[in-house]
């Protein structure tokens, strides 16, 4: 790794975990090329299951009880 990249990496570090997210989203956006078929795709996606959850069609499960039984499952 160069210098700058290892003094980049240790400032990225010591950011808020909020804040390296929004870096890595940014630095991602410049090597990575988006495809609008993908992405619409996925808002398609997006909508429907925002529709299912409105609509009463989903079944949601509050995020400690998947923890758990993931938990359970990997011991």
């Known amino acids: 790794m160069s210098d ?3 003094e ?13 997210v929004r870096l890595a989203e940014a ?3 410049t090597v ?7 992405e619409a795709a ?3 996606e997006i909508e429907r299951r925002v529709g299912d959850i ?4 989903a ?8 923890f758990a039984e993931v938990r ?3 011991k």
């Open 54 to 57: 409105d609509q009463g069609r």
């Open 59 to 66: 079944k949601l499960i509050p995020a400690e009880e998947v």
């Open 42 to 44: 996925w808002d398609a």
């Open 4 to 6: 700058l990249v290892e």
């Open 8 to 20: 980049l990496s240790r400032k990225a570090l010591s950011l808020a975990p909020e804040e390296r």
């Open 27 to 29: 630095l991602l956006a």
């Open 72 to 74: 359970r499952l990997i």
């Open 32 to 38: 990575q090329e988006v495809d609008d078929e993908v």
